[in-house]
Each structure stands twice: as C-alpha cells, then as structure tokens.
C-alpha cells in the first residue's frame, strides 16, 4: 500500500485516502466538543452555531494538513495556524471548557505544517494561548492541566517526524545523485580506457593502410607484408577491446547480493541477506566466482524450490590451506532445485575450480543448501581467530 508522510504532499487517490484515514483517526478526541453540544443543554441556535464552528475548523486543519508541502510560504501557514487559534479561542469562550481540546489540533498542525525554527515559537504560544482560555473559561483549569502537556508533546513531536521525513527526502536525494555521478564516472572511465586502447592501433592501422596502398603497384610483396602487419594490429586491438569490456561485465558480488534481494521478493520469497562485502582484499577472480554462485543459487531457488524463505550467508574463516570466503544459500523448499543435466551447478563447479574454491550442494530435511568457497587473502587476527566459526564478512 502505498503512503505518505507528514510533510508530504499526497500523489495520488490511494495517498491522499491513506493520510486522511490518519489523520481522521485522531479525530475521536474531538468527543467532548462533540458531547457537549449533543448533551450541553445548549439552544438550538447555539447548538446550530456549534456545529459550524466545528465543521469549519476541521476543514480549515484538513485544508492546512494537506496542503503541506505544495510550496505555501511560511507566512501563509502561520496565517492558516492563527485561523485555527482564532475558532478555537471563540469557541472555548463561547461553549466552554470542553473546547479546549481544540487548541492540541492547532500545536499539531503548527509542529507539522512549520518548519522548526518557526514551530518551535508557536508551539508554546499556542499554549500560552492555552492556559489563558482555560483559566478564563469556567471550570477550564481543571481541564487545562491534562490537556497542556498533549499539545507541547504532540506538537514538537510533530517536529520531530517532519525533521525525519526531510532528512530522509534528502539522503535518498543523495544517493540517486551519487549513483549518477557513479555511472558518469564509469562511462568516462570505459571511453578514456577504449580511447586508450584503439587510438594508436587505429592510427597504426591507417598508416600502414595508405602505406601499402603506396607499395601495392610497384612492391607487392611488401605490401602484402603491410597487411599482415594490419591484420595482426586489428586482432591484437579487438583482443584488447574484449578484455576490456569483460570488465565491465564481470559481475560483482555487491550487484548480485541486490539483484538477489530483488529477484527473491518479487518471487514472494522471504530474503535474510548479509550487509554488501568489502572486496577490496578479495581477488578478482573469486569475487566473480562467488557472484556467479550466488546468481545460479538464487535462480535455482526461484524457478524450482518453491520455499518460502531463503538465507543468504557470507562467511570468512581461517583454514590450513589459508584464509577462504564462504557462500551459503539455504531455503526451505523441495530440496528440488534441479538436479539433472544442464541445471549449471557442473559448470558452477567448474569455474569455483579454475578459481581455487570449491561447491558443496545438496538437499537437507527441511530444503536445500548451497556452499561455495574461495580464497581470500589478507586475513588478520580476528580470521585466525575464528578458524573453524568464521566471522561475517
């Protein structure tokens, strides 16, 4: 379901009747106004009157509520928070003491429609305005003391969740733009890497291209040698080209254990994983390895397993043959996860091998268990430690 915070302006038709749920359920303290002109023993033309303060004041606090975040000016809130000061002094005046609730709506909406440097001005002048009413309205003290500490607290609490939201706005801000510069700083790295590759070989390329065009009528032999030289440069050129994209396509453990969490949730399946490793002490090649277990484990767990859970483990331990990374990936499935030919866990052990790892698969009581291994360098102490437990890694 979607939903929207204090603070934010509502999107669309499932967020706006989300926030006016919320905030229609704090509505209910409104009980003793309420009360008071069903069993007041008020006129009608008092009752009547009372009615219409109410209802105008609850439209004017929806109105103020909602419309936060559309970009009014402060002056215009602080406008919109003295409108409800002012129904919520005549009423208490005019009703009683039972109105006196009114004035912990405005706090609220003051804390959660200011920014705090404002708000934390009009929240103790709302209830100053408060204590005033009460003590002027007869048998309002008794109710004032029970009513004062609601509107201080639900106001700076307001203040506090509206602090919250907006730092929160800005960190995913910040991530999105730090992913961008991230991407733009990966494709001028591949064009400053394939201009660093092609531009002498093509030069030399062209060179020995009009070279040879020169020899051709008079030394043929010497040109065809130009050629070959040609061909050999343009093979060399591509082989560096190839080598250089693999790069960019070798997947990375950090990519995977996402694009896991993804894959599993959109399958409906519930994903324990481990915080993103650091590959920095990790070779390049059992890092990929790793990657590519972790891929065919979880597609394994999504296209045969039908489990419901599934624990993603990464594990550094200490052993004889020196410091190893492990992956485990259990689900609480079938136990099915493909075992007959072509399910790629031969190719998988193929490629931990060329890596120095090792996979260990298999059904267990209740589901299946993948584990993968291979070498990481740079242990210290706490992996010496942890020789025969392992530690997160």
């Not at 030394?219 to 994209?245: C, F, G, N, T, W």
Request: charged letters at 20%; aromatic letters at 6%.
């Amino acid at each position: 379901m979607s939903s929207v915070g204090i603070g934010q302006r509502p999107q669309n038709r499932r967020q706006k009747a989300v926030k006016f749920l919320w905030v229609g359920i704090w509505l209910a303290y409104l009980s003793a106004p309420v009360g008071d002109l069903l069993h007041g023993g008020h006129s009608h033309g008092v009752v009547v009157l009372g009615w219409i303060g109410l209802v105008a004041f609850v439209a004017w606090y929806f109105a103020l509520i909602f419309r936060t975040g559309r970009g009014e000016t402060n002056a215009v809130v602080l406008g919109s928070v003295a409108v409800l000061a002012t129904q919520s002094t005549v009423l208490a005046l005019t009703l009683g003491r039972e109105w006196l609730v009114l004035f912990v709506y405005v706090a609220i909406s003051s804390g959660a429609a200011l920014p705090f440097p404002l708000a934390r001005w009009t929240i103790p002048a709302v209830s100053a305005l408060l204590t005033g009413v009460g003590l002027a309205v007869p048998g309002g003290a008794s109710f004032l003391w029970g009513l004062l500490f609601p509107a201080l607290l639900g106001g700076f609490s307001m203040t506090g969740v509206r602090e919250l939201i907006r730092t929160t706005i800005e960190l995913r801000e910040a991530r999105a733009t730090v992913a961008q510069l991230a991407a733009n700083e990966e494709r001028l790295r591949l064009a400053r890497d394939l201009h660093d590759l092609l531009g002498h070989s093509l030069s030399l390329i062209t060179l020995k291209s009009e070279l040879a065009g020169r020899m051709l009528p008079a030394h043929p032999e010497k040109a065809a040698q130009q050629v070959a030289d040609i061909e050999q440069v343009s093979r060399q050129a591509l082989d560096d080209v190839r080598e250089a994209v693999s790069g960019y396509r070798r997947p990375r453990l950090s990519a995977e254990l996402a694009g896991a969490k993804v894959a599993l949730t959109a399958a409906g399946i519930a994903a324990e994983l481990p915080d993103e490793p650091d590959p920095t002490d990790l070779p390049e090649t059992s890092e990929t390895a790793l990657a590519w277990a972790l891929r065919e484990a979880v597609t394994n767990v999504v296209r045969h397993s039908g489990a419901r859970r599934c624990t993603v483990e990464l594990l550094r331990c200490q052993t004889l043959d020196g410091p190893l990374l492990e992956l485990s990936v259990e689900d609480d499935g079938s136990g099915d996860q493909g075992s007959g030919p072509g399910n790629g866990l031969a190719g998988l052990t193929e490629r931990l091998a060329k890596a120095g790892g090792t996979l260990e698969a298999g059904g267990m009581r209740h589901g299946f268990r993948l584990t993968a291994r291979v070498p990481a360098a740079g242990a210290g102490p706490a992996d010496v430690a942890s020789a025969d437990i392992g530690s997160p890694a």
